[in-house]
């Protein structure tokens, strides 16, 4: 049982690595991938867990990517983590995010709630800083009654906690997921709102700098969703991924060990992993 796309600790996941290797081990799940958002520190942990639980640790990362505008998620699945170029350039969406961080702080402040950045980097730790903390932040201090609240009030595009920021190029995203000998996977497709013919562009434009995947099967996804995307990977010729997205218990509707199947007559993406 796959499950190639999960975060951690040490972006904005509630499990510490060893902590989610060994919660996967327990689900039935045989293969895990850790793709943290823009980081791959968490990897060495999971690493020496799955060792201890025998099950399959895929290295992984989850990149921020702007284009046309939006944001798009890459998954990196397969990658040698020591890859240099891939660590230039994470080190650089690390910059990126901290200063947004910054910003949304500042925002947050003018309307009149002090000291989130500082709460945000004490939550984070040494893992990544990004809008889940944020929003975790101000639930606990009884602004909004629940996560998505905040999203839809202070976080979202266009609210007042949200800062437009420039993430990496989708070339470069993808040139450095094949420095790293890694296969690149457009993440949750059905998650952008791209019309169809936006996503049509964004896969040519994927392709043509390298990907070869995309998520068909995804925690969130419904019937249709996964229906839709297996209409994609079978028609641009992408290899098929699954995974749950699992962030931690908090959100119930996504637990370890459940994935749908892949449907038949796709190309799963780890077949690819040992060519
Ligand atoms: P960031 O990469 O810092 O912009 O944070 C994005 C993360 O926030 C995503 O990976 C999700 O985990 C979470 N997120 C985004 N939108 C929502 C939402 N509407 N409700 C709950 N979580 C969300
Ligand atoms: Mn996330
Ligand atoms: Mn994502
Ligand atoms: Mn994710």
Known sequence: MY??????????????????????????????????HDCTDGIEEARLQAKECEIQLIPAVELSVSWHGKSIHIL????????????????????????????????LAKKGIEGSFE??????????????????????????????DVFNHYLAEGKPGYVPTQWAELSEAIGWVLDAGGIAVIAHPQRYKLTSSWLRRLIIEFKECGGQGIEVVSGRASDGDIQSSAH?????????????DFHGPMQHWV??????????????????FHE
Not at 6 to 18: C, I, K, L, R
Not at 81 to 107: C, K
Not at 259 to 268: I, N
């Open 232 to 244: 994609y990977a079978k028609k641009f010729e992408l290899y098929a991924s699954a995974g749950s």
């Open 255 to 272: 637990t370890l060990g459940s994935l749908p199947a892949l449907p038949e007559d796709l190309k799963p993406v780890w077949n690819a």
């Open 119 to 148: 709460a945000c980097v004490a939550l984070a730790g040494k893992g990544m800083i990004t809008r889940s903390h944020f929003a975790q932040y101000l639930v606990s201090i009884g602004v909004m009654p629940d996560i998505r």
């Open 76 to 107: 990196g699945l397969n990658i040698d983590p020591g890859t240099q170029s891939l660590q230039q350039g994470l080190s650089r969406i690390q910059a990126t995010r901290l200063s947004r961080a910054e910003e949304m702080g500042r925002r």
């Open 3 to 36: 499950d190639l796309h999960t975060h951690s600790t040490f972006s904005d996941g509630s499990f510490t690595p060893e902590k989610l290797v060994r919660c996967a081990a327990l689900s039935g799940i045989t293969h895990l991938a850790l793709s943290d």
